[in-house]
C-alpha cells in the first residue's frame, strides 16, 4: 500500500547537510555557538528578503513574539486584538506581557482575523493588533494598517507560517510595524531546531529587542531593564542562511502543489477549498480543507495510508488556559465552524506528483463512498 506522510522534513535535511557539514564543523572548531557572524548573516539576508531594514534573531517564534510585543511597551491591562484561530503562541507571547487578548472572529474565504470586526472590539486600553497569516495566507494588512493608523496602534504580524507571502506588493514582516517568524523545523524555512526572529523598520524596536534577547546588557554587566536569554544559536544562523537560498524554490513547490490539488479537488461534494485572491499572497504552509464529520473523514484516509493535521480544533479563548477571560462558546461562530471542520491535507515542497495523485485518488474515493 502507498502512504503518504504529512510531512517529510528528513529528505530536505539530508540534501542540506551536504551543504552545511563544513559549515557546522567550523562553528564547532571556532565554538561559535550563541549569535556570531552566522546569525549576523541570516538576519541581513533574511531582513533584505522580507524588505525589512532589520532582523533580530532568536531562540523561537514564541519569544518573537513576546519580545515584539515587550518592545513596543505592551504592559499588563493594555490589550492586543487577535484571532481565535491560532497556534497558542500568539496568545502566549500577549500573556506574557502581562495584556489580555481580546478576540474577532475571523473571514470566512481566508480564516484570517476580519479586519470588519476589529474597530468594535478597540477600547482605551487597546495597544496592539496582532494578526496572523495564517496557513501561509497574508492577512488583510492594509485594511488593518489603516485601522491601526487611524487609532494609533501598534500592528504587529504573527508571520510564522507565511515567510515570503505577500500583500499588496508588500512582503509579510514588512508591512507592519514588525513581523514575528518562527523557524521550527516544519515551518516554510526551518532551523535544525528551535528558532525564530523579528523584522522591523524601526531602528530603536531593533535596538531594544537586540537588548532584551541578551539580558538588557547596556555594557558589561549592566542590565538596563528586565532582560532575556532569547538569542538565536549560531548553528541555528548557519542552516537558516544556506535554507533561505532555497525558499523561493521550495515556495514555489508549494504552490504547484496547491494549484493541483485545486485543479483536481475542485467540485467535490461536501469538500470545501481554500480561497485565495492573489496567488502571491499565500506560500502554502498548510493545504488546508473543510469537511463535515471530518474524524471519520481522517480515519478513512489514514486506513488507505494518508497522513493529515488538524490546524486547530479548538478556537483560544476555549483553551483552559485563557478562560478566565469569559468569553463563550458561540461568541466566534466562524472559527467554531471552520475549527471543527478543518483538515490539513500532507503539504511539503518534496511532495511527489504520485504522491499527490494518490492522495486525490482517494480522498475521491472517501468522499464517494459516503
Ligand atoms: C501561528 C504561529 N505563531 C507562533 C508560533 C510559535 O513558533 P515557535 O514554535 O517557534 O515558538 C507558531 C509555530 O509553532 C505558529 O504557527
Given at each position: 500500500m502507498t502512504s503518504v506522510p504529512f510531512l517529510d522534513l528528513k529528505s530536505q535535511n539530508r540534501a542540506m547537510w551536504a551543504e552545511l557539514k563544513d559549515t557546522v564543523e567550523n562553528i564547532v572548531a571556532e565554538a561559535?555557538?550563541?549569535?556570531?557572524p552566522h546569525v549576523q548573516a541570516f538576519e541581513q539576508r533574511f531582513a533584505e528578503f522580507c524588505g525589512a531594514k532589520h532582523c533580530i534573531g532568536l531562540n523561537n517564534g514564541t519569544t518573537a513574539l513576546h519580545m515584539a510585543l515587550l518592545a513596543f511597551d505592551v504592559d499588563p491591562g493594555d490589550e492586543v486584538i487577535t484571532t481565535p484561530h491560532s497556534w497558542i503562541s500568539t496568545c502566549w507571547g500577549i500573556a506574557y506581557t502581562g495584556a489580555k487578548p481580546v478576540f474577532v472572529d475571523i473571514d470566512r474565504r481566508s480564516y484570517n482575523l476580519d479586519p470588519n470586526l476589529v474597530e468594535a472590539a478597540i477600547t482605551p486600553r487597546t495597544k496592539a493588533v496582532l494578526p496572523v497569516h495564517l496557513y501561509g495566507q497574508a492577512a488583510e494588512m492594509t485594511a488593518l494598517r489603516d485601522i491601526c493608523e487611524r487609532h494609533n496602534l501598534r500592528l504587529i504580524e504573527d508571520a510564522a507560517q507565511a515567510h515570503g507571502a505577500q500583500h499588496a506588493g508588500h512582503t509579510v514582516?514588512?508591512?507592519?510595524?514588525a513581523g514575528c517568524f518562527s523557524f521550527?523545523?516544519?515551518?516554510?524555512?526551518?532551523?535544525?531546531?528551535e528558532a525564530g526572529a523579528v523584522t522591523t523598520n524601526s531602528d530603536p524596536i531593533a535596538a531594544r529587542i537586540r537588548s532584551l534577547r541578551d539580558?538588557?546588557?547596556?555594557?558589561?554587566?549592566?542590565?538596563?531593564?528586565?532582560?532575556?536569554?532569547?538569542r538565536m544559536e549560531g548553528l541555528q544562523g548557519a542552516v537558516l542562511d544556506a535554507k533561505l537560498k532555497h525558499l523561493a524554490e521550495w515556495t514555489q513547490r508549494r504552490r504547484d502543489h496547491a494549484n493541483y490539488y485545486l485543479g483536481q479537488l475542485k467540485?467535490?461534494?461536501?469538500l470545501t477549498l481554500p480561497a485565495v485572491d492573489?496567488?502571491?499572497?499565500?506560500?502554502?504552509h498548510l493545504f488546508v480543507v473543510l469537511v463535515n464529520d471530518r474524524d471519520q473523514f481522517r480515519a478513512d484516509l489514514e486506513k488507505r495510508g494518508v497522513a493529515t493535521g488538524v490546524h486547530y480544533p479548538t478556537p483560544i479563548p476555549s483553551q483552559p488556559a485563557f478562560k478566565h477571560l469569559g468569553y463563550k462558546r458561540g461568541q466566534f461562530p466562524v472559527t467554531e465552524d471552520v475549527m471543527s471542520r478543518c483538515v490539513s491535507l500532507p503539504m511539503f515542497p518534496e511532495l511527489t506528483e504520485a504522491q499527490q495523485e494518490y492522495v486525490v485518488a482517494i480522498i475521491r474515493d472517501v468522499i464517494n463512498k459516503r
Amino acid at each position: 500500500m502507498t502512504s503518504v506522510p504529512f510531512l517529510d522534513l528528513k529528505s530536505q535535511n539530508r540534501a542540506m547537510w551536504a551543504e552545511l557539514k563544513d559549515t557546522v564543523e567550523n562553528i564547532v572548531a571556532e565554538a561559535q555557538f550563541i549569535l556570531g557572524p552566522h546569525v549576523q548573516a541570516f538576519e541581513q539576508r533574511f531582513a533584505e528578503f522580507c524588505g525589512a531594514k532589520h532582523c533580530i534573531g532568536l531562540n523561537n517564534g514564541t519569544t518573537a513574539l513576546h519580545m515584539a510585543l515587550l518592545a513596543f511597551d505592551v504592559d499588563p491591562g493594555d490589550e492586543v486584538i487577535t484571532t481565535p484561530h491560532s497556534w497558542i503562541s500568539t496568545c502566549w507571547g500577549i500573556a506574557y506581557t502581562g495584556a489580555k487578548p481580546v478576540f474577532v472572529d475571523i473571514d470566512r474565504r481566508s480564516y484570517n482575523l476580519d479586519p470588519n470586526l476589529v474597530e468594535a472590539a478597540i477600547t482605551p486600553r487597546t495597544k496592539a493588533v496582532l494578526p496572523v497569516h495564517l496557513y501561509g495566507q497574508a492577512a488583510e494588512m492594509t485594511a488593518l494598517r489603516d485601522i491601526c493608523e487611524r487609532h494609533n496602534l501598534r500592528l504587529i504580524e504573527d508571520a510564522a507560517q507565511a515567510h515570503g507571502a505577500q500583500h499588496a506588493g508588500h512582503t509579510v514582516g514588512s508591512i507592519g510595524d514588525a513581523g514575528c517568524f518562527s523557524f521550527y523545523p516544519g515551518k516554510n524555512l526551518g532551523a535544525f531546531g528551535e528558532a525564530g526572529a523579528v523584522t522591523t523598520n524601526s531602528d530603536p524596536i531593533a535596538a531594544r529587542i537586540r537588548s532584551l534577547r541578551d539580558h538588557a546588557q547596556d555594557g558589561r554587566h549592566n542590565h538596563v531593564e528586565i532582560g532575556y536569554n532569547t538569542r538565536m544559536e549560531g548553528l541555528q544562523g548557519a542552516v537558516l542562511d544556506a535554507k533561505l537560498k532555497h525558499l523561493a524554490e521550495w515556495t514555489q513547490r508549494r504552490r504547484d502543489h496547491a494549484n493541483y490539488y485545486l485543479g483536481q479537488l475542485k467540485g467535490i461534494p461536501g469538500l470545501t477549498l481554500p480561497a485565495v485572491d492573489d496567488p502571491l499572497s499565500h506560500v502554502w504552509h498548510l493545504f488546508v480543507v473543510l469537511v463535515n464529520d471530518r474524524d471519520q473523514f481522517r480515519a478513512d484516509l489514514e486506513k488507505r495510508g494518508v497522513a493529515t493535521g488538524v490546524h486547530y480544533p479548538t478556537p483560544i479563548p476555549s483553551q483552559p488556559a485563557f478562560k478566565h477571560l469569559g468569553y463563550k462558546r458561540g461568541q466566534f461562530p466562524v472559527t467554531e465552524d471552520v475549527m471543527s471542520r478543518c483538515v490539513s491535507l500532507p503539504m511539503f515542497p518534496e511532495l511527489t506528483e504520485a504522491q499527490q495523485e494518490y492522495v486525490v485518488a482517494i480522498i475521491r474515493d472517501v468522499i464517494n463512498k459516503r
